[in-house]
């Protein structure tokens, strides 16, 4: 499985939170931690873990031949500050339906 060697997924118990702009957008203690070769590492949040009323569906879409195709999340200004695959390909499944965030104005911080 080509997956297996570019990609590591990492379960994480200890609290995870993400701030876009000071504000708390996110807090976790049962984030997926994935490691991607070329990229930083980024925990994905469940759903129920995430201010899903705060965020709005960008137009933005992208495709990771990895990971299948993601919808991208917007909070106010800020566009495209969180990513989502829905239907991830076959042996990603374990990161359906949640969130990852990155970009300006993000900080996700362990604690």
Request: glycine share 10%; charged share 20%; aromatic share 8%.
């Amino acid at each position: 499985m080509p997956n297996a060697l570019r990609i590591e997924l990492h379960p994480i118990s200890q609290r995870v939170q993400a701030h876009v702009d000071g504000t708390l957008i996110a807090d976790s203690t049962n984030t997926l931690e994935l490691r991607e070769r070329g990229y930083p590492p980024r925990h994905y949040f469940p759903h129920e873990d995430v201010r899903m009323e705060l965020l709005t569906v960008s137009e933005t879409t992208t495709y990771c031949p990895f990971k299948g195709n993601a919808v991208t999340l917007s909070l106010g200004e800020r566009q495209d500050i969180a990513w989502s695959y829905e239907q991830p390909i076959k042996g990603m499944e374990a990161i359906a339906g949640r969130v990852a965030f990155g970009g300006e104005g993000v900080a996700v911080v362990n604690g």
